[in-house]
């Protein structure tokens, strides 16, 4: 396809796609004759993939980059391709106020042997989840263990629907495109559900 229909398919002005192209976003078509450049159902892929890691991920160029470098190196293993996706879609997430406190980081820990979670001591959720228990202290709310244990059940029931998704995937470049849209996806589906359940609980109330 040419690049017209490329960017009526995508849903993106011509001038994006280039642009896409120019900044390493989006391999190059097939240069064919003169200005004529033909794109493949690839091209649409990876553009679709660009989009939402943009517009619903609200990851910077770079970050993107990030991440599709880590997915199209097949020599990674698909653990670490994913976490390497990860931590360049959980960046902005992290807060610029520096570390969080021994404290909390210590309640994170404790939380999740309470699930029974096996991770390691760099995982980019370990930062977040402690920062957020600083982040409301300071604002003088205390998150109690109940609390705490109650998202963790909830986030271990998403996380193993994760996974359960790739089951029945072909290769690793599926999986690994399923893990990382369904990071980016999730995260702001979870925002959603819990706020149409807060509304449902609260008018229980």
Do not use: C
């Not at 020599?75 to 994913?82: C, N, S, V």
Request: net charge negative.
């Amino acid at each position: 396809m040419i690049i017209t229909e490329l960017a009526e398919r995508s849903g993106l002005p011509s001038a994006t796609i280039k642009y896409y192209v120019r900044d390493g976003l989006l391999p190059m078509g097939e240069r064919i004759s003169g200005k004529r450049t033909e794109y493949t159902e690839s091209h649409l892929r990876r553009l679709r993939l660009v989009r939402a890691l943009l517009e619903v991920g609200k990851l910077s160029t770079a970050s993107v980059i990030e991440v599709l470098t880590a997915l199209d190196a097949p020599e990674l293993d698909i653990t670490y391709a994913f976490e390497s996706a990860q931590r360049a879609l959980t960046r902005s997430v992290v807060a610029v106020t520096g570390e969080p406190s021994a404290d909390s980081l210590a309640r994170i820990d404790a939380v999740s042997d309470r699930a029974g979670w096996a991770y390691s001591s760099g995982n980019i959720g370990r930062v977040i989840a402690a920062q957020v228990i600083d982040a409301a202290e300071g604002a003088e709310v205390h998150l109690d263990d109940d609390h705490l244990d109650a998202y963790a059940a909830a986030a271990n029931a998403v996380a193993a629907a994760d996974i359960a998704a790739l089951r029945d995937l072909p290769d690793r470049n599926s999986a690994a495109r399923v893990m990382v849209i369904g990071t980016v996806l999730g995260d702001p589906l979870s925002a959603g559900l819990r706020r149409i359940a807060q509304t449902h609980h609260a008018n229980r109330k």
